[in-house]
């Protein structure tokens, strides 16, 4: 398609072929939509995360549907980062989409072996990273919970890269805003605006949790207003683009994201029921912009300020 670029999001001097990213685990490593989405459409596939080593991810089940949503415990299942290099980077380069790893770990090192690795892998545009993971080292508590250990592992990452540098924020945190301060701090180019809140189902017969974890991460139509109010916040709160995630199944959801203040959005499990779904948003933001004689993106903001 051609690029507009008062409609593509851009990072250090770098910019997506448009706005709307596809969000990581629920796109998988891009192959297996082909044929199904149109990739010029798709500004920014956001991979499944990465880590070091393999990772066969939690017992099933690990989806199970809730009313306006749906419950996943994946666990960060993925093929590992050799496999991911050898496997699936070939056809990540043939796509016109920027590629953006997905990064994850149990420690602040195996976030540091990743970058470092692909560090010298053609065709990568960025690094989005998942603070949602567990940290082995400060007794299993989520990274994105403690502003220090955000700014921490940001920094260290920061040192190790000069790509575009994405944290993604935990919803399921006192003051979304202070983490995304952090994140600022540590040197992020920007925000990915919000992962999965914690949730739960519980089965009438077995008296039990439903999923084996016993919770999981809730996304779908249901958790928009909190994504929207913490795009809302955050995006006032620091001086780095922030890009929406969260209950984005029609292109009026992402409208809402860019007027909460998103300079982006990512399209997450909505694409499970309509693959071709980053591409409808696409083109209903833009015939939107056209019929409100929006120019950018940037005045989607001054309309919401």
Known sequence: MDINPAFSFTLKGQAWPGFVGVASGTFGYAKEYDGLSDFTKIGAVFTKAITPEPRLGNPPPRIVETPGGMLNSIGLANVGLEDFIRDKMDFLR???SAVVVNVAGALEEDYEKVVDRLEGVEGIWGYEINISCPNVRH????????PRLVE???ARLRGRTT???IVKLSPNVTDIGDTASAAQNGGADAVSCINTLVGMLIDLKTKRPVLPLNTGGLSGPAILPVALAAVWKVSRRVKIPVIGIGGITRWEDAVQHLLAGASAVQVGSGSFANPRLAE????GVLEYARSNQLKSLADFHAMAD
């Open 139 to 146: 007794g299993g508590m989520s990274l994105g919970t403690d």
């Open 94 to 96: 043939r796509i016109p």
């Open 280 to 283: 409808e948003v696409h083109e």
């Open 152 to 154: 921490q592992i940001t």
């Open 163 to 165: 790509k575009p540098l």
